[in-house]
């Protein structure tokens, strides 16, 4: 049977609007993938440490309070510590497109701004896959 | 250090990559269980279902904070339907759960119940005897009890929690019978609510109406507010209490064998079925068989008794 | 029930005009349906109706039900005060964009911020690690404070903070500022949100859980009512939950019941509602579909009204009005081509007028990529004075009222919100019905529709899935100096180290032993402690300590 793609959906810092972070899960179940949903004020810590225990393929974080150029690279260096750097990491938000080189600098491989059709996430996550 | 080795330390990047090998039925989880399994038969395995929305995975949160302040290792396996439709599944009763994330001593692993080879069962089994070998002291099952297949993956656990909340009236009938009969001990969560003593005394009355075969004992029906944190340590006790005595009646063992035996007969059915159809190239060879069954050639009977006679003389030959 | 010789005439229009036009061009669509799905007809009709059911559902403005405004001559008295919600960074900075706001021609101040600080966390604290002035302006002791009103006279200016679990402490800083300006308290005017259970549904900056956040809330109504009375003690919000992708319906619904919530929850701390019920105030959403907010906002005041008079018995009409705070829709507004966004803000504040506020935030331009800039906000400060001033809706008291179309919207939103609150009033209130998760759950399903129908375009969003432009990156947003965690902390350490920590202690102690006895105010206490200068993360440590976190229950 074909892997499964396992999807970590997360919110670190402060920030409680989930509307966005909840839509995703949904939609990604509805793309057949399945997506484990932190809920919000989950710390860099936190979501490594869940990333790594529930194996997923994908971590993706969502952020609109502007402190994503802390907490994405956080991220991103947790998984590292745990030995878990082939997790690939993706984010969404509120994320001024100038932020969004030094994001992918620092391990964050795409971001998906206000607007993206859900469709773009998919397409990602499975060209992503078909490298692997 | 090998791979197995790695699980057997604990560490948590081998075991969360082992869960994954057992889930998706990799070619190396045959090899993995072989190599791990004498480490496993420390572990207490505590089985929760319940309808949902009864607050199980809220209690399973505060369960685990009494645990681990007796110092106990606890793993976490939540299992959750995936979508009869897309395949997918949101994961979502770890959320409950959050707060133990950084802590070394939990570790949660939600499954999904995907169309597994063998059963979700298999797989569940196969995930707790990783988590057992890891070192894990109490290895929580969190299932929702609606279906066949909760009820079969609440067999692997030595003992059973079902979680009931008010509110469900005439419902507790409605619950697949077999799920009563399986529950060591019962929660009425959600206690504050209204009803909620109408749900013990159901309970209760159906328990009455049923002889308790093994200790003649009454089962206990414990109230709970996951909410207000209040009954949890009732709870916890009584978990315990009720292993500690399964295991001095030598019943645990009892248990543990019949399991050992069930998942036998279960792997050897796959894998005898999994042969034969093999064997008989079945998949290119049904289309063929189902048009003479429907053009009244052959009887279905006919069909399987000449295929499978081939088979046993075949055997016989060789 | 249509009057007769209308329906027949009716049925020979859609026979005789009609038909011909539709056998040749058939409609843009099969069916026609509000923002939120309510069901949009060809054309409305005149319905029959009675002297007696004009006067008790539409009847005048200023008098019960209040449909059509909660005063007499609404903006023809005087026009909705324009509150652009500001805050960002340092409280030197904030206070530089108030003075410059009320110098463009702003009527009243609006605080926004930043997480820590709505959270109860001092600007040193882990969690606040890459949030610190980001969303608003952090404050972590009385000294922020100071500075973010100086040369602001509190006597002069009314202030709305958006402050909902610490509401306590911030309003105990407020007063304490005043004092030192030499302004007592009952001079003061403005609002705390203080909106608790709003948080638990859609924002997420809760601290407590339920039962000790409404006794802080009560204990701020009682004090208020005493000390500060011309203080608004809070502004029971819709806005987020529209914004989690409510519909308007929910909007309206879930709204009244929390404030149906703390009603009750004051009334149970032995408050007389007719001492406190005045000083509530609203907060909504406006979002896109003009008829369909017009209407909710007539609902709404219809609702309230009876609800106070016919389930809390209220005599004092000012009791009985609602009156709110709008803002424009952050949700409607796009990262794709921002300047259509100041087309859509026009839009929305055109029905919060209509719609009849007491007062308004416009957003800006460049909401969906950061905090506005000053030239955007001054344009989002700009629709709304030329809304005021040029558009001439102000003249007249609620000109939409007696519009077919708007009338049945208005009846049918104020009929399905009743449904709600029976099921709420089922389950045992709002607090349990949030427990239970039942409102998540009801904003998520028809959120994830909202969405689905924006992804496959059947929604349109003009820029986003129709008439896109390819674009390049916007040029000019704020930035929030990400050095400005040191900053903060250096203040505080430097605030620490010049105040009384003996008194501090004390008062924190004080405290800590109110928080334990439930029939003690904890506002005299709070505000004790603020003048000694403990911080904000000091005085809400202390109170998580006793009261407990609250922990999400999350739908999914």
């Known amino acids: 049977m074909a892997k499964k793609i396992r999807v970590l959906i997360a919110k670190p810092g402060l920030d409680g609007h989930d509307r966005g972070a909840k839509y995703v899960a949904r939609a990604l179940r509805d793309a057949g993938y399945e997506v484990i949903y932190t809920g919000i004020r989950q710390t860099p810590k936190s979501i490594a440490r869940t990333a790594v225990q529930e194996d997923v393929d994908f971590v993706g974080l969502s952020l609109l309070s502007g402190a994503h150029n802390e907490l994405f690279p956080a991220v991103v260096d947790e998984l590292k510590k745990n030995g878990a750097d082939d997790i690939v990491v993706f984010g969404g938000g509120v994320i001024p497109q100038e932020d969004i080189p030094n994001l992918k600098k620092k391990g964050v491989q795409a971001v998906f701004t206000p607007g993206t059709p859900i469709k773009s996430v998919i397409d990602f996550i499975e060209e992503v896959r078909r490298h692997k | 250090m090998s791979f197995s080795e790695k699980v057997t330390q604990g560490d948590i990047r081998s075991i969360a990559r082992a869960l994954s090998i057992v889930e998706n039925n990799d070619p190396e989880k045959e090899e993995l269980i072989d190599k791990i399994h004498k480490f496993c038969g420390n572990a207490v395995v505590w089985g929760v279902t319940g309808p949902p929305g009864a607050g199980k995975s809220s209690l399973v949160d505060h369960i685990i904070t009494r645990l681990r302040k007796a110092g106990k290792k606890v793993g976490i396996i939540a299992v959750d339907p995936s979508s009869p439709f897309s395949g997918g599944a949101i994961l979502g009763d770890r959320l409950r ?40 002291d109490v290895i929580i ?12 993956v609440m067999q692997i656990a030595d003992v059973i929690m079902l979680v009931l909340v008010p509110g469900l009236g005439d419902e507790i009938q409605a619950l697949k019978a077999g799920i009563m009969e399986i529950g060591d001990i019962f929660v009425v969560n959600k206690s504050d609510k209204h009803g909620a003593d ?43 209490f009720f292993i500690k005595k399964i295991s001095d009646t030598g019943d645990l063992e009892r248990r543990r064998k019949k399991r050992i035996e069930l998942e036998i007969r279960k792997i050897l059915s796959r894998k005898v079925e999994e042969a034969v159809h093999y064997n008989l190239n079945l998949e290119n060879k049904m289309k063929k068989w189902v048009s003479s069954v429907f053009g009244k050639e052959n009887s279905v009977y006919h069909i399987v008794n000449s295929q499978f006679g081939k088979i046993i003389k075949e055997q016989k030959a060789k | 029930m249509s009057l007769k010789k209308i329906e027949e005439k009716k049925k020979e229009w859609e026979n005789g005009t009609l038909k011909p036009v539709l056998d040749k061009y058939p409609e843009r669509k099969e069916s026609f349906s509000t923002g939120s799905w309510l069901p949009v007809e060809r054309v409305t009709l005149p319905e029959e109706f009675s002297e007696e059911e004009f006067l008790s559902k539409i009847g005048f403005p200023g008098e019960f039900p209040y449909t059509r405004g909660v005063q007499p001559t609404m903006y023809r008295g005087r026009l909705w005060t324009m509150r652009q919600y500001a805050g960002f960074g340092t409280a030197e900075e904030s206070n530089k964009r108030y003075k410059y706001l009320l110098d463009q021609g702003q009527t009243g101040l609006s605080v926004a911020f930043d997480l820590p600080t709505q959270i109860g966390y001092d600007s040193d604290s882990d969690y606040a690690v890459g949030e610190v002035g980001k969303v608003g302006v952090a404050i972590d002791t009385l000294k922020d404070m100071e500075i973010l009103f100086g040369g602001i006279p509190l006597d002069k200016v009314s202030t709305s903070m958006t402050i909902n679990a610490p509401a306590s402490v911030l309003l105990a800083f407020y007063i304490a500022v005043a004092e030192k300006q030499g302004v007592s308290r009952d001079k003061l005017r403005g609002t705390i949100q203080n909106d608790i259970l709003k948080e638990y549904i859609a924002r997420g900056t809760y601290i407590f859980p339920p039962k000790p956040s409404l006794r802080l809330i009560t204990n701020i109504f009682e004090f208020c009512s005493r000390e500060v009375p011309k203080w608004n003690t809070i502004s029971i919000s819709g806005y987020h939950i529209r914004e989690a992708g409510s519909t308007a319906v929910q909007e309206v619904a879930f709204t ?6 703390y009603v009750k929850a004051a009334i149970n701390a032995g408050l007389d509602v007719d001492k406190f019920a005045g000083r509530l105030s609203f907060f909504f959403n406006s979002y896109n579909d003009l008829f369909e907010e017009v209407a909710k906002f007539r609902a709404a005041r219809r609702i309230w009204a009876k609800v106070m008079k016919e389930k809390f018995n209220a005599k004092n009409p000012g009791s009985m009005k609602l009156r709110f705070h709008t803002q424009t829709g952050g949700s409607t507004l796009t990262a794709q081509q921002p300047d259509n966004n ?5 839009i929305q504040t055109l029905a919060a007028v209509l719609g009849g506020t007491q007062s308004l935030h416009t957003n800006s331009r460049d909401e969906a990529l950061g905090l506005p800039t000053e030239e955007s906000v001054r344009i989002a400060l700009r629709t ?18 007696g519009s077919y179309y708007v009338e049945s919207l208005t009846d049918k939103i104020e009929e399905q919100a009743w449904q709600y609150l029976n099921k709420i009033e089922d389950l045992g209130g709002m607090v349990h019905a949030i427990e239970a998760g039942f409102v998540q759950q009801e904003i998520q399903d028809v959120a994830y529709r909202y969405q689905r129908e924006i992804e496959s375009g059947d929604r349109v969003v003009v820029g986003v899935n129709k008439f896109v432009i390819e674009e390049e990156g916007p040029k000019d947003i704020l930035k929030v100096d990400p050095k400005l965690r040191q900053v903060q902390m250096e203040k505080l350490a430097e605030v620490k180290k010049n105040r009384s920590n003996e008194t501090v202690e004390q008062k924190l102690n004080e405290l800590r032993e109110g928080a334990k006895d439930p029939s003690k105010n904890l506002m005299p206490l ?4 603020a003048k000694e200068y403990a911080s904000l993360g000091e005085i809400c440590g202390v109170l998580r300590e006793e009261f407990g976190e609250y922990k999400e229950s999350i739908v999914l």
Do not use: W
């Open chain 3, 384 to 401: 709304q004075q030329i809304v005021a001033h040029e558009s001439g809706v102000t003249d007249t008291v609620d000109p939409l009222a």
């Open chain 2, 141 to 152: 099952l969190e299932t929702i009890g609606v279906g066949q297949t909760e009820i079969d």
């Open chain 3, 256 to 261: 009244i019941a929390d404030g149906i919530e």
């Open chain 2, 198 to 240: 109408k749900v013990r005394a159901e309970i209760e009355y159906m328990l009455s109406l049923k002889q308790d075969n093994e200790t003649g004992e009454k089962k206990p029906v414990i109230m709970t507010s996951a909410l207000k944190d209040e009954g949890i340590d009732e709870l916890v006790e009584s978990m315990d």
């Open chain 2, 97 to 136: 759960m959050q707060s133990h994330a950084v802590d070394e001593g939990v570790f949660i692993r939600s499954m999904a119940s995907r169309g597994h080879l063998g059963g979700v069962s298999e797989a569940t089994g196969d995930a707790v005897k990783v988590l057992d070998a890891a070192g894990y």
């Open chain 3, 526 to 529: 709070i505000v004790d402690a």
């Open chain 3, 342 to 346: 100041i087309v859509r803000v026009a």
